[in-house]
Each structure stands twice: as structure tokens, then as C-alpha cells.
């Protein structure tokens, strides 16, 4: 990892046990970061297309031999794996994103999202007076005005999924409406999906000016951009896709929708997080990361969290800047929780999410 990454590097190099940082308190999602988060939006910059040549290369062996080394040289035990555990917490976009939503199941999803962990749990672990919770609650456009009601004051954002998702193919005036609608409801951060065709045809212009657009539809919302990893078929085009999402403007670039065959993957994550780095690198401008779709295990968390950590530092361990897109992933974290507490394990109606 270069200097300058680690330049970025604001916090303690090590998750303690005995502090957590509680999560920054709700303002509008383009205001100016508090100095102690060091952040401000992603300005975009002109699609370099010289620059993305030199990003084509991606070695898909050398990836996944860095991913195994990752995940098999990291023991997190005891006190550390809670610590790190409330961490994934902290990072999480509680979502539902079913054909059966309503809004009475988006408020009991809110309402979980308020109180995250059982009130046993929390004294047990003696953080009674810190705020644990996820950082959004993520829905589609219909329940946004619900969640950002069940979340008033409560420090969550609200997060729409938008741009006709999961597939992205509605005339983009459509998609844009969509957004516009969202964020007069009251949303402060959209997750957009792009067309995954215009990667395939390698219309990088046409993709780029699409993403552009999006960004300036959301206005003070923060821009997630969906590339939908499973389907762009090689390493290459997660790379190049990343590429042009973070030149175009994008906030956070994000694996997938989770309704797609394959979700997000740790060497499809280290692909996207590099080409963060290297963006990086170019611009000085810190890009968020959000891997979304089949992470739904606690030691799956500590897997991505051990990831960021060791590529891009202690600070994409902040909610600014690095996301689970998730639903039932806070059950099994609150399970190993209550396991680390008593010795035993609960089953999963103990803990209700919606």
C-alpha cells in the first residue's frame, strides 16, 4: 500500500475492544464533513479514458491468492471479535428489498435498526451509553417517506434504491425521475444501478454522462453506484466500470443489487477497492465501497472488514466510507454476540428484525 493511503489514515491502527465510535449524527449528505472525518463528495473529474488503459490489467490468480491469504492469516478472537462485530454493525445498510415489503414491515425494520442488539446483550457487553447502530436503512422509492418518518432524529440515513433496479434498463428520463422522487421524499443517499450493456459494448461516454446525470438528479444526496458484479462477467470490466463511476461523480461504488446469480465476492471486492486506491492515488479524493448480496454471516463481515483494513487502512472502517449492504446479517452478528456473552447460541426468532 502506498504513503499517501496511509496518510489517510486518521484513527488508531487497531479496533480495541474498549471503544467504539459512535456513528456521525444525521445532516444533509453533501454538507461538509466534521474535520475529525477528514471527507468531502467525490467531484468527479473528465472520463480519462488514457487513465483506464492503464487500470485494464487485472490478474485474476493474484486476486484470489491475496484473498485466501486475507482471510486465513486473520484469527479475530474474544473481546477483538466483538469489538469488530459491533463494528460490522455500524457499517451495515439494514435493507428489504421484497416484492412483499410494506410499510408497516419497513417501520418494524426501522424500529430494529433504532435498537439493533437486545438490551441483554448490550449491558452484558457494557456498552449501554454508546450508539450502536447501522448507518441506513435501505428501501425502495414507495417506503422512503415511511423510513425517513420511523428514522426523524434518530442519526440513520435513508437510503432508495433507484434507477429502475435491479436491472436499470427504463429511459434514463424515467430513472431520473425516479431519483428526483427520492430525494424529495426525503432520502439522502441513492443506490443507482447501471446498465450493464454499456459495459459490455464498452460505451464508456455514453455510461459516463448517464452517471453524471444521476449525480446531479440527487442534489444533496449521496450517489451509491451499482455495477452488478455478477453479471459484468470478468475482473476487467468490475475494474473499468469502477473506474468510470468514480470519475463520473460517484460517492460509494457498490458490488451488486443482490438479486443477481453471484453477489458480491472478495476478489470482485479487492478488484473494486483498488481501483478505489487508485483513484485515490490520481485525485486525492476518498471513495466509499459497499459489497452487497449474500454477506450474511458474522465471520463473512469480518472477512470484508479485514479486507478494507488491510488494503485501504483503518480509515474505511467508517461508515462514511464502507458499507454492508445486508438484511439478515445482523441476526447471525447479534447470535455470535449473545454467543461471546453466554457460551451458547440462540436460535434465530431471539432476534426479530422485521
Not at 475529525?36 to 467525490?42: D, E, K, L, P, S
Not at 430525494?183 to 450493456?197: F, K, N, Q, T, Y
Not at 467508517?318 to 445486508?326: Q, T
Request: aromatic share 4%; glycine share 8%.
Amino acid at each position: 500500500m502506498s504513503s499517501t493511503i496511509r496518510e489517510a489514515d486518521l484513527s488508531a491502527d487497531r479496533l480495541g475492544p474498549s471503544k467504539i465510535t459512535p456513528l456521525p449524527a444525521r445532516s444533509a449528505a453533501n454538507a461538509p464533513a466534521p474535520q475529525a472525518h477528514g471527507i468531502a463528495r467525490n467531484p468527479g473529474m473528465k472520463l480519462d479514458l488514457g487513465f483506464m488503459e492503464s487500470m485494464r490489467s487485472v490478474n485474476r490468480s493474484a486476486l484470489e491468492r491475496r484473498v485466501a491469504s486475507l482471510t486465513k492469516r486473520r484469527s479475530i478472537k474474544a473481546d477483538n471479535q466483538a469489538a469488530w462485530l459491533l463494528r460490522a454493525v455500524a457499517c451495515m445498510d439494514l435493507t428489504t428489498l421484497n416484492s412483499n415489503d410494506t410499510d408497516e414491515r419497513v417501520r418494524r425494520l426501522c424500529a430494529k435498526a433504532v435498537n439493533p442488539l437486545r438490551r441483554d446483550i448490550v449491558e452484558g457487553l457494557g456498552i449501554t451509553g454508546e450508539k450502536i447502530r447501522p448507518a441506513a436503512v435501505c428501501v425502495y422509492h414507495p417506503f422512503v417517506a415511511t423510513a425517513v418518518d420511523a428514522l426523524r432524529g434518530s442519526g440513520i440515513h435513508v437510503a432508495a434504491v433507484s434507477t429502475a433496479f435491479p436491472h436499470g434498463l427504463t429511459p434514463l428520463s424515467t430513472r431520473l425521475q425516479e431519483i428526483e422522487a427520492s430525494v424529495s421524499d426525503g432520502a439522502d443517499e441513492i443506490d443507482v444501478v447501471i446498465p450493464r450493456g454499456l459495459v459490455f459494448a464498452a460505451k464508456w461516454q455514453e455510461l459516463y454522462n448517464e452517471i453524471v446525470s444521476m449525480r446531479a438528479a440527487c442534489g444533496e444526496a449521496h450517489l451509491k453506484v451499482i455495477l452488478g458484479t455478477g453479471d459484468l462477467a470478468t475482473l476487467r470490466n468490475v475494474m473499468l466500470a469502477s473506474m468510470v463511476a468514480m470519475m463520473a461523480g460517484a460517492d460509494f461504488i457498490k458490488t451488486s443489487t443482490g438479486k443477481e446469480s453471484v453477489n458480491a465476492t472478495l476478489p470482485v471486492g479487492l478488484a473494486m477497492v483498488r481501483a478505489i486506491r487508485a483513484y485515490f492515488e490520481e485525485t486525492g479524493t476518498l471513495i466509499g465501497f459497499k459489497p452487497a448480496g449474500g454477506i450474511s454471516t458474522a465471520k463473512a463481515s469480518l472477512d470484508w472488514l479485514v479486507l478494507m483494513k488491510e488494503e485501504l487502512g483503518r480509515r474505511w472502517l467508517e461508515p462514511d466510507l464502507f458499507r454492508f449492504g445486508a438484511s439478515s446479517l445482523l441476526t447471525d452478528i447479534e447470535r455470535q454476540l449473545e454467543h461471546h456473552l453466554t457460551g451458547h447460541y440462540s436460535a434465530n426468532h431471539r432476534h426479530a428484525m422485521a
